[in-house]
């Protein structure tokens, strides 16, 4: 039998239980429903970007949003990320896209692409920063400390990674035949 104070120990850890449980509960919903937010953003995204493709089909990647830009012209342009809500930050991101663009080599797109293909290789599993620039330099890649983690966060704001903790993972867009990619007909449906 316990006494009194032991009781109302019980007590209180059984009520601080029983909270942590449901914020632990709310959390999860709330992951699952940002990952799905994610998705469906990722696929909406996917279709937008072939569907501006076929109008340009021969660009991609800086110059695509160039022809973008010099088919709407300025004005338009920059009022289509008014739109979208990304009015507020516009002058620093197009600063920090040509600082990018400029500072870009061959080598670091080759990185970019290496460090994509060994998160997909990784898959559902994840893997970590450190486990792919040790993979890198095994390879003979010579690169700054920071490269794997700088192109791990740009591949997360393309919609192409996403982070858990230390653990990085590849996001796929997926293809089991409801969410293929659709005619650009149909985009505009």
Not at 151 to 160: A, K, N, V, W
């Amino acid at each position: 039998m316990l006494e009194d104070y032991e009781t109302d120990a019980v007590f209180a850890l059984m009520v601080r239980v029983l909270k942590e449980h449901k914020r632990r509960d709310e959390a999860q919903k709330a992951l699952e429903e940002a990952q799905k937010t994610i998705s469906e953003a990722n696929i909406a995204w996917v279709k937008g970007m072939e569907a501006i493709k076929f109008f340009c089909p021969e660009k991609e990647g800086a110059d695509l949003w160039k022809e973008v830009a010099k088919a709407l012209g300025n004005e338009r342009y920059v009022e289509a990320f008014h739109l979208a809500g990304m009015g507020e930050d516009l002058e620093e991101r197009v600063r920090q896209r040509a600082l990018d663009n400029t500072q870009m080599s061959d080598a670091d797109a080759n990185i970019k692409d290496r460090v994509l293909e060994l998160l997909r290789k990784a898959g559902s599993e994840g893997t970590t920063a450190r486990t792919i620039i040790d993979e890198l330099r095994s390879e003979g890649v010579e690169m700054h400390d920071k490269t794997v983690g700088m192109t791990l966060y740009r591949l997360s704001q393309d919609g192409q990674s996403r982070r858990q903790g230390r653990m990085w993972y590849p996001i796929e867009i997926p293809t089991d035949g409801k969410d293929d990619l659709p005619s650009v007909a149909d985009v505009f449906e």
